[in-house]
Each structure stands twice: as structure tokens, then as C-alpha cells.
């Protein structure tokens, strides 16, 4: 079955959604396919405020950073595996995500990608507690 891509992201921005909220965060998903981050989310007593970039794939694939890595913004990226069919989560600082970039070139241009090797480790796999307090205790 194949699903398009932009089903895939919906699925894979309201499954983070869930997920926050079950860690207590209020959620916000902002406009779809603007530039920015895809969650806004703050804290029952609203003392906290959190950004979150979302990832979705329809399998375990490389994600595409784009031609510059001061594109990749946010206090948090969650990069979500088999979206659709068997959902797996990464949850990795933007920092994180640009330390472990790839840099391509092909005919002058440069891109940038997070392949699966890199993100797939376990301390970002299903590491949902990171988000429970923005980051504080990470």
C-alpha cells in the first residue's frame, strides 16, 4: 500500500503530538508545510515552552537536512520511523542532528542528510523522556 507523503507527515506529527501529551505538555501542531517548527507545546502551569521539528517516514530512510544546517531549528527533533505502520521514534537536540549531518555534493550543489546509522541509536530511540521537563535533564 502506498500512502502519500503528506499523509505520512500528518500521521507522524499527530502521533508526536500524542505522545507529548501523555508527558503532560499542552500541544499546538502550527500551519503544515511552513517554514518553522512543526509543534509548539507548553507545560500544564504554562512555565515551559518547547519547539519541535518533526520528521515522518514511511520506513527506516535517511532524513533530509536540506542545502544548509542553519535550517535545522527547534529545541527538539523526533524523527518517526514506519509512520503509518509501525511507528518508531528518535528524539534528538537540533545539535545533535547537525553533529551527526552528512554532507553530500553532486554538480556544485550541497546537501545535508541524517542517515539511519546515525539517528538509530539507542539513545535517541523511544527517548520520549527527554521531552518531559524541555530538555532540562538532558
Known amino acids: ?17 500524542y505522545k507529548l ?3 503532560g505538555w499542552n500541544v499546538m ?3 503544515r508545510n511552513a517554514r518553522g517548527v512543526d509543534i509548539m507545546a507548553y507545560s ?5 515552552t518547547i519547539s519541535v521539528e518533526v ?7 535517511a532524513v533530509p537536512l536540506g542545502s544548509n544546517l542553519n535550517k535545522v531549528m527547534g529545541d527538539f527533533w523526533v524523527i518517526i520511523n514506519k509512520a503509518v505502520t509501525s511507528p518508531s521514534a528518535y528524539v534528538l537536540l537540533p545539535s545533535e542532528a547537525k553533529s551527526l549531518a ?9 546537501s545535508f542528510w541524517l542517515d539511519p546509522p546515525r ?5 535517541f530511540k523511544e527517548a520520549w523522556e527527554r521531552l518531559r521537563h524541555g ?4
Open 44 to 48: 500544564a502551569d504554562a512555565s515551559r
Open 102 to 110: 552528512a554532507r553530500n555534493e553532486k554538480d556544485g550543489r550541497v
Open 119 to 123: 539517528y538509530d541509536q539507542p539513545q
Open 135 to 138: 530538555g532540562l535533564d538532558t
Open 29 to 31: 501542531p502550527t500551519a
Open 21 to 23: 501529551s501523555l508527558l
Open 1 to 17: 500500500m502506498v500512502i502519500d507523503p503528506q499523509i505520512t507527515g500528518n500521521v507522524g506529527l499527530y502521533y508526536c503530538c
Open 55 to 61: 520528521k515522518a517516514l514511511s520506513k527506516r530512510s
